[in-house]
């Protein structure tokens, strides 16, 4: 906690400059701490005069940690489909279970969806909270907020994972208000600390950095992935418990009615689902060169990403941007074309098991991420393997 020493303070405003949350005024010379004061601290270091200091120890555990076990999964589906983010999860929740000593639960909301408790067991779940009932059939906020809540508060897991789409990003930021716990939000990166504690990693500041994000002082320890980041893993034959828990509608949960589904019109393209991408940004020179990139996917029955650049420029729909505001992909082969590898890039590809660059400039930063480069100019390159795979088959 931040506490301030009114009659030391010169005036200097050396602590408003440091602080990046403006958490601190000085009026003359009168110090005065603002609703937005994290109690970094930062302020306190800076100040020569010693007119803020910080009282008292950290603060502790808000909480009673030991009495929290097991790692969880939202276990997202519609009409009866497991959404593929689920799938993914088990697979992470699986790891950290195990560095844990602790248990997967999935936790399953719906209606008509007993059956997908196999799937789940078979992706690395221990046991499956099932709560089957006709008002559950499509996600709405206030009786999926309340259910999981309710679960959550009565069987205190350790970690929840959530998927970072649509209906995870409106859930999870809600539970973690009502649970008064923290959230990381599309994390790249989920491991367990040294004290046992779930280190989330995710890009910051406009992807410029990647900030890893502990939760020290309150349970459970909330996170959001993006689909396509974690790896799904098969169990055969893996068997577990349903736990069926029974639910009844409550009056908040009528405020929000489903009157219709409309389908979103398809994508053409399943960047998400490629085992091969061949992706070009502005070093593709024009849009038509383009044209180079889906012949060449083609042949490797692969599909076609952009950069950011290349999307702006108007050469590709977004639907194909592969980054931090695009898609994130980890196909077998991604072939960088005319990409120069910006963090906000890589975020979204760098999983990829061999990633291919071409890049005239030696120095692009995609050859650091690169499991082979090729050094000159695309428009050369691309049409020299086109005919030699054409040559070859
Ligand atoms: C908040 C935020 C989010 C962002 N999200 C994304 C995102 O999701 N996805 C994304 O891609 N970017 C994203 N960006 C933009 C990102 O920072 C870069 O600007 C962008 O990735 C650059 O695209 P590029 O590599 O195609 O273009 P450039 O950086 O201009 O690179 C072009 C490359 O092509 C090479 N080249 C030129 N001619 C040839 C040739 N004939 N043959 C071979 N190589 C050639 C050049 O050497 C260069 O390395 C984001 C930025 C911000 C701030």
Same mark, same amino acid.
């Given at each position: 906690?931040?506490?301030?020493?009114?009659?030391?303070?010169?005036?200097?405003?050396?602590?408003?400059?440091?602080?990046? @949350?403006?958490?601190?005024?000085?009026?003359?010379?009168?110090?005065?701490?603002?609703?937005?004061?994290?109690?970094?601290?930062?302020?306190?270091?800076?100040?020569?005069?010693?007119?803020?200091?910080?009282?008292?120890?950290?603060?502790?555990?808000?909480?009673?940690?030991?009495?929290?076990?097991?790692?969880?999964?939202?276990?997202?589906?519609?009409?009866?489909?497991?959404?593929?983010?689920?799938?993914?999860?088990?697979?992470?929740?699986?790891?950290? =279970?195990? =560095?844990?000593?602790?248990?997967?639960? &999935?936790?399953?909301?719906?209606?008509?969806?007993?059956?997908?408790?196999?799937?789940?067991?078979?992706?690395?779940?221990?046991?499956?909270?099932?709560?089957? +009932?006709?008002?559950?059939?499509?996600?709405?906020?206030?009786?999926?907020?309340?259910?999981?809540?309710?679960?959550?508060?009565?069987?205190?897991?350790?970690?929840?994972?959530?998927?970072?789409?649509?209906?995870?990003?409106?859930?999870?930021?809600?539970? =973690?208000?009502?649970?008064?716990?923290?959230?990381?939000?599309?994390?790249?990166?989920?491991?367990?600390?040294?004290?046992?504690?779930?280190?989330?990693?995710?890009?910051?500041?406009?992807?410029?950095?990647?900030?890893?994000?502990?939760?020290?002082?309150?349970?459970?320890?909330?996170?959001?992935?993006?689909?396509?980041?974690?790896?799904?893993?098969?169990?055969?034959?893996?068997?577990?418990?349903?736990?069926?828990?029974?639910?009844?509608?409550?009056?908040?949960?009528?405020?929000?009615?489903?009157?219709?589904?409309?389908?979103?019109?398809?994508?053409?393209?399943?960047?998400?689902?490629?085992?091969?991408?061949?992706?070009?940004?502005?070093?593709?020179?024009?849009?038509?060169? @383009?044209?180079?990139?889906?012949?060449?996917?083609?042949?490797?029955?692969?599909?076609?990403?952009?950069?950011? &650049?290349?999307?702006?420029?108007?050469?590709?729909?977004?639907?194909?941007?592969?980054?931090?505001?695009?898609?994130?992909?980890?196909?077998?082969?991604?072939?960088?074309?005319?990409?120069?590898?910006?963090?906000?890039?890589?975020?979204?590809?760098?999983?990829?098991?061999?990633?291919?660059?071409?890049?005239?400039?030696?120095? =692009?930063?995609?050859?650091?991420?690169?499991?082979?480069?090729?050094?000159?100019?695309?428009?050369?390159?691309?049409?020299?393997?086109?005919?030699?795979?054409? +040559?070859?088959?």
């Amino acid at each position: 906690m931040i506490q301030l020493v009114p009659e030391k303070c010169i005036g200097c405003k050396l602590c408003v400059k440091a602080c990046l @949350f403006g958490g601190i005024a000085v009026d003359g010379k009168v110090p005065r701490l603002t609703d937005s004061c994290t109690g970094c601290g930062a302020c306190v270091d800076v100040c020569r005069v010693e007119a803020i200091i910080a009282s008292g120890e950290k603060t502790g555990p808000v909480c009673d940690f030991a009495a929290y076990k097991g790692i969880w999964v939202f276990a997202e589906q519609h009409a009866g489909k497991l959404h593929s983010v689920t799938l993914e999860l088990l697979g992470k929740a699986r790891e950290l =279970a195990d =560095a844990r000593s602790a248990e997967v639960t &999935a936790v399953l909301l719906g209606s008509g969806i007993a059956a997908l408790d196999g799937e789940l067991f078979r992706h690395g779940a221990d046991r499956v909270l099932l709560t089957d +009932a006709p008002f559950l059939a499509n996600y709405r906020t206030a009786p999926y907020e309340r259910i999981v809540a309710r679960l959550i508060c009565e069987h205190k897991p350790e970690v929840i994972l959530i998927g970072a789409t649509t209906t995870g990003r409106d859930l999870a930021p809600r539970l =973690a208000n009502r649970l008064r716990t923290g959230l990381t939000a599309d994390c790249t990166g989920l491991e367990i600390g040294p004290e046992g504690g779930l280190l989330q990693t995710r890009p910051a500041f406009g992807g410029n950095i990647m900030a890893t994000i502990a939760t020290p002082n309150h349970r459970p320890q909330m996170a959001t992935v993006r689909p396509g980041v974690m790896q799904a893993r098969l169990f055969e034959n893996k068997k577990g418990e349903t736990v069926r828990i029974a639910v009844s509608e409550e009056p908040g949960d009528g405020l929000v009615q489903i009157l219709k589904t409309l389908a979103r019109e398809k994508s053409s393209v399943s960047l998400e689902k490629a085992e091969v991408i061949v992706s070009g940004g502005r070093g593709m020179g024009e849009p038509k060169n @383009f044209k180079l990139l889906e012949n060449l996917a083609g042949l490797l029955s692969g599909e076609v990403g952009a950069s950011r &650049a290349a999307v702006d420029l108007g050469w590709m729909p977004h639907d194909h941007q592969v980054g931090q505001t695009g898609k994130t992909v980890k196909p077998r082969i991604y072939i960088a074309c005319g990409i120069s590898g910006a963090v906000q890039h890589l975020a979204g590809m760098q999983s990829s098991d061999i990633i291919i660059a071409i890049n005239r400039d030696p120095a =692009a930063p995609i050859f650091q991420a690169a499991t082979f480069g090729m050094v000159g100019d695309a428009l050369k390159i691309i049409p020299e393997l086109i005919s030699q795979l054409n +040559a070859n088959t």
